[in-house]
T-cell receptor, first 109, second 117 residues
């Protein structure tokens, strides 16, 4: 089966940096995804990692270590609009896309 | 706009009833996923279809069923509804069944908010 763990909530100040960790155990691995979801809205795609290393996309970066079953999402220069839930998701060998419970990030002034 | 269309946006129905939720994937996407999200909960994977065939099943109740039609749109049928079935139901689509390349991310529709009273 699949098990995806991430912290429930994190709080940070506007302009700061926050790192959201995700650990996973899956039946096969075909990529790790990060999504952002505002309350009551659809998740939107942020990043994708399939090889080890860091992927940078503007203020957001995502890192993957397949041997450790570990990823993190780094949010830099936090803005108030970044307050949202951040979802870690893993695609297994069959293409099944399973999500973690999400990390609620609260950005304070 | 993700290109994934879900109808209806809102649905209110009574316990014991049956409803059908519809999803039109992005043009060209063969893979369709259904998820349930209860209040303040994560996305629970229900079922996945690829090019008309069921590919993976999550913790989907026996009262729920789905199918993907030849034109690739999908329907999720929920029957004998209970109060606890009230949730946001999301459909997502992606181009490829498996990862390992570009265009593998899933795009989500805006969801159908189901309220069972």
């Amino acid at each position: 089966g699949q098990n995806i763990d991430q912290p429930t909530e994190m709080t940070a100040t506007e302009g700061a940096i926050v790192q959201i960790n995700c650990t996973y155990q899956t039946s096969g691995f075909n990529g790790l995804f990060w999504y952002q979801q505002h309350a009551g809205e659809a998740p939107t795609f942020l990043s994708y990692n399939v090889l080890d290393g860091l992927e940078e996309k503007g203020r957001f970066s995502s890192f993957l270590s397949r041997s450790k079953g570990y990823s993190y999402l780094l949010l830099k220069e936090l803005q108030m609009k970044d307050s949202a839930s951040y979802l870690c998701a893993v695609k297994d060998s069959w293409g099944k896309l399973q999500f973690g419970a999400g990390t609620q990030v609260v950005v304070t002034p | 706009d993700s290109g994934v269309t879900q109808t209806p946006k809102h649905l209110i129905t009574a316990t014991g009833q049956r409803v059908t939720l519809r999803c039109s994937p992005r043009s060209g996407d063969l893979s369709v996923y259904w998820y349930q999200q209860s209040l303040d909960q994560g996305l629970q994977f229900l079922i996945q279809y690829y090019n008309g065939e069921e590919r993976a099943k999550g913790n989907i109740l026996e009262r729920f069923s789905a199918q993907q039609f030849p034109d690739l749109h999908s329907e999720l049928n929920l029957s004998s509804l209970e109060l606890g079935d009230s949730a946001l139901y999301f459909c997502a689509s992606s181009a490829n069944l498996q990862g390992g390349g570009m265009n593998t991310e899933a795009f989500f529709g805006q969801g159908t908010r189901l309220t069972v009273v």
